[in-house]
């Protein structure tokens, strides 16, 4: 039982860039999460998707698409990378209960 | 709109001192009360969760009350270890259970 698997962990990128992480859990949940974590600011959410075949906006969703591929994937693609987005990118999972399964996290710096 | 506000950091403390690290929220309805804790490189974990007014969360000799009257969520543990160390947030979940709102997070700093 893995929980909460996140790919890549480190990624580089230039300005104009394009790249997908790629996020999957096993424990049949129902929600799923994408954030941003920079420095002193917590957690804002990016995106997120209450059930199979839903997504919806959080707080800083400019520069950010998603998709739920099925109910194990939710994959977060940035089309064209600039620097405002280097961050620590992290998935989570939650179910009736609202607590909250974090993978751990991608590390992405745009150059 | 909902928000979650706690104690800038750094806390450094000694080991085995007391530990307090404040939580105030402003939300609708009635939410559902969280800590979580996140060790160097990794992803967070919840520490403990009050889901109504006057529940007691507790783990690992953390522990926090849900007091609505002050709208707080306040940390304590009475005695510190090395192992604590670690940033801490306190969040909520609104009512419909969708999405949760996270504080900006404390560092807690344990010295021998």
């Known amino acids: 039982n893995a929980g909460v698997t996140q790919t890549p962990k480190f990624q580089v990128l230039k300005t104009g860039q394009s790249m997908t992480l790629q996020c999957a859990q096993d424990?049949?949940?129902?929600?799923m999460y994408w954030y941003r974590q920079d420095p002193g600011m917590g957690l804002r959410l990016i995106y997120y998707s209450a059930s199979e075949g839903t997504t919806d906006k959080g707080e800083v969703p400019n520069g950010y698409n998603v998709s739920r591929l099925n109910k194990r994937e939710f994959s977060l693609r940035l089309e064209s990378a600039a620097p405002s987005q280097t961050s620590v990118y992290f998935c989570a999972s939650s179910e009736s209960s609202a607590v909250q399964y974090f993978g751990p996290g991608t590390r992405l710096t745009v150059t | 709109g909902d928000s979650v506000t706690q104690m800038e950091g750094p806390v450094t403390l000694s080991e085995e001192a007391f530990l307090t690290i404040n939580c105030t929220y402003t939300a609708t309805g009635y939410p559902s009360l969280f800590w979580y804790v996140q060790y160097p490189g990794e992803g967070l974990q919840l520490l403990l969760k009050a889901t109504k007014a006057d529940d007691k969360g507790s783990n690992k000799g953390f522990e926090a009350t849900y007091r609505k009257e002050t709208t707080s969520f306040h940390l304590e543990k009475g005695s510190v270890q090395v192992s604590d160390s670690a940033v801490y947030f306190c969040a909520l979940t609104d009512t419909g259970g969708f999405k949760t709102i996270f504080g900006a997070g404390t560092r807690l700093f344990v010295k021998a």
């Open positions: 424990m049949n949940h129902n929600s």
